[in-house]
């Protein structure tokens, strides 16, 4: 595996598990999933460059599209759990509490 590819893995891998083991506070999560995607952007722009296709060039602009809008409604989702429940804690957002 060249270095770089290990890089993008091993930086998508240490999001992906940052996700999975700090379930303590939303915002914590939502970081997690922006690296796993800035890392997706940054090695498929890599890709498409490599490739010299004029057809897989709009595609990093489409990921990185769906991962502004991912960002924002994950902050709306913040601001309006922390309006509502008092705090960003992931424990405060059971759906079987009423």
Do not use: Y
């Amino acid at each position: 595996m060249p270095p770089i590819h290990f890089t993008f893995s091993s930086t998508f891998m240490l999001a992906l598990t940052g996700l999975a083991m700090n379930r303590s506070h939303l915002l914590s999560a939502l970081i997690c999933l922006e690296g796993m995607m800035l890392s997706l952007f940054i090695a498929i722009s890599l890709w498409s460059t490599t490739m010299l296709s004029p057809t897989c060039s709009p595609t990093p602009m489409i990921l990185l599209t769906f991962s502004a809008c991912e960002a924002s409604l994950g902050l709306a989702l913040l601001v309006a759990t922390a309006r509502t429940h008092g705090s960003d804690t992931l424990k405060n957002l059971n759906l079987l509490q009423c």
